[in-house]
């Protein structure tokens, strides 16, 4: 396990690595065993047995990207209490063409019991989601996309509801899977002079 940790970055107080697509961040009642979590814990444990991680944020089982973790509770709060002030960027490939280069989507999304994002103006919570287009064909757009709150499967529910739901997302109205992955992709994290880059992936170029 520990030889496919990607590491972007490490220091006394943070690890930031690069999740893969279908790795859950963190346990669940299916899965206990096969997540990012647990590979970074046996990473800094072989460092040092007495070494802890945190979890600081999750991304999605499907999605990929830049992951932060803390090594001590404190640097855990710390980071969670100046949250809102994280800049957080994604790439997502969209089935067809956009109407405009750039936008923003202002939906209340709301979390069903059955764990699914909806719109709903009378229970949701404000989701905005900011996106430009980088490249474009008949088919495909790819978008870069700017988040300004962090709601749980705020992007793939945005872009489902305004008809370009993202490739590969069969939970939000997607009916193909080319690259036989959810193609969103957390690109970089960025706070005051950090900024954490994951690479976009490969087989998103296969696309354009």
Same mark, same amino acid.
């Given at each position: 396990? !520990? @030889?496919?940790?990607?590491? %972007?970055y490490e220091d006394k107080k943070i690890i930031v690595v690069s @999740?893969? #697509? /279908?790795? $859950?961040t963190i346990g669940t009642s299916k899965e206990r065993n096969k997540t990012l979590y647990n590979e970074v814990k046996e990473y800094v444990k072989k460092? =040092? &047995?007495? =070494? @802890? %991680?945190?979890? !600081?944020?999750? $991304?999605? @089982?499907?999605?990929? /990207?830049? +992951?932060?973790?803390?090594k001590s509770e404190e640097e855990k709060y710390k980071w969670q209490n100046s949250w809102n002030d994280v800049k957080r960027k994604y790439y997502a490939i969209v089935q067809g063409k956009m109407e405009k280069n750039k936008g923003k989507i202002e939906l209340k999304l709301y979390e069903t019991k059955s764990l699914d994002v909806v719109v709903n103006d009378k229970l949701g919570k404000r989701c905005v989601t900011n996106y430009e287009v980088i490249s474009t064909n008949k088919l495909? #757009? +790819? +978008? $870069?996309?700017?988040?300004?709150t962090g709601r749980r499967n705020q992007i793939r529910a945005s872009l489902s509801y305004i008809g370009h739901p993202i490739v590969g997302d069969k939970k939000y109205n997607s009916n193909i899977n080319p690259i036989r992955r959810l193609a969103l992709h957390a690109y970089s994290l960025e706070y005051k002079d950090k900024l954490f880059i994951a690479d976009? &992936?490969?087989e998103f170029n296969r696309l354009f």
């Open positions: 396990m !520990v @030889k496919k940790l990607k590491i %972007i @999740k893969e #697509s /279908g790795l $859950l460092q =040092n &047995p007495k =070494n @802890k %991680i945190f979890i !600081v944020h999750r $991304l999605d @089982k499907d999605t990929s /990207g830049v +992951l932060l973790f803390a495909y #757009s +790819l +978008l $870069l996309i700017d988040i300004e976009i &992936p490969k």
